[in-house]
């Protein structure tokens, strides 16, 4: 494997809703010059990430990718950038070709530069035959296309890690719960946006019905999460380095509800589902996460009521100032 250019860390798809935690993160760990948060559409003025470097990236682009990974000093990717579920359902061609032909150009500069590289897979992995609390090992057979693109993705990571040695890793991570940055057109954003409308109108009517299980989590978790795997020993990774199941908080969707009402008196929330009502259908209640525990020391720290108290008191407090 070919010395990677430098030690800096490039984040692509960064004004997505983890790379806008991550870069922060990231930032505050390593230094703001070390990180490099690139996408494919430009930050807004006022945000973090005009405070820091940025380049304008397609992932699709492997030419340009591969030339600001030797100009930067590059050593690390976290590849963020993708086209989530509900989008993808819409516009299945886009989905592919930016998930599967995207991480294909991270893995090539990666294989090219000795680069290591963070690639998040997702429990759209999982299909309707899968058990309802999801083992790490099972058949994948999503019925979603964003599904079978994160399957590729694992596919594709194991490959290039068993055939080249790219130390790829990653995580199936839950529907994450954040405050900062909008959920980016997936099937779990109503548990994100029913607390803005909480706030804002005192009522939301949620796209999937009240019965609706998935699992889920809190963005520092993720976060948190992300760190742990990437700081972890190579040699104490196993087969599921590319896919690790992490365990949240699995809840319905009527039950986040609740929990917003016993904190805003009269927030209302009525359920009409719409066409991502099948999608979460065809996803598990909950994951197991033995192998992440066992490996590298995996455990979350947000329970529903203390996600729920963190996310109305930020939201709240972004608001009044
Ligand atoms: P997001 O939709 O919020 O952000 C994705 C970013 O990618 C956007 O800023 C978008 O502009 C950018 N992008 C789109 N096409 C691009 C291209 N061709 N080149 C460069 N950038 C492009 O997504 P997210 O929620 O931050 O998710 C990040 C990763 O985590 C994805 O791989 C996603 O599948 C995975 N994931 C997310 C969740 C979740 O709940 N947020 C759950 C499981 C897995
Ligand atoms: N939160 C994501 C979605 O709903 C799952 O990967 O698409």
Known sequence: MAEAPGDRILVTGA??????????????????????????RD????????QGPFAKL???????MERIVVEEGIG??????????????????????????????????????????????????????SLKTAPQSSPLNPTTIYGKTKVTGEVLGMNYWKQYGVDVRGIRFPGL???????????TDYAVDIFRAALDDGHYECFVSEETRLPMMYIDDAIRATENLMDADKAHLGTSRVGYNIRGI???????????????????????????QKVADSWPDDVDDMS??????????????????????????????
Request: with cysteine.
């Open 177 to 187: 719960v954040s405050w900062k940055a909008p959920a980016g057109g997936g099937t």
């Open 58 to 64: 397609s992932v699709l682009d492997g030419e340009s």
């Open 292 to 321: 992440a525990r066992e490996d590298w020391g995996w455990k979350a720290e947000y329970d529903l009521d203390k996600m729920v108290d963190e996310m109305l008191f930020n939201l709240s407090k972004n608001q009044s100032s």
């Open 76 to 129: 690390t990717i976290f590849h963020l950038a993708a086209i989530l579920s509900a989008t993808g359902e819409k516009d299945p061609e886009l989905c592919q070709r930016v998930n599967v032909g995207g991480t294909v150009c991270v893995l090539e500069a990666a294989r090219d530069f000795g680069l290591r590289v963070f690639s998040p897979s997702s429990i759209a992995v999982f299909g309707p035959d």
């Open 43 to 50: 930050p807004d003025q006022d945000s973090n990430f005009s």
């Open 250 to 276: 699995s809840f319905t969707a009527g039950e986040l509800a609740d929990a917003i009402a016993e904190k805003i008196p009269g927030f209302t929330c009525n359920f009409v589902p719409d066409f991502r």
């Open 15 to 40: 004004l997505g809703q983890i790379g806008t935690e991550l870069v922060s993160t990231l930032r505050k760990r390593y230094g703001r010059d070390a990180v490099l948060a690139t996408d494919i």
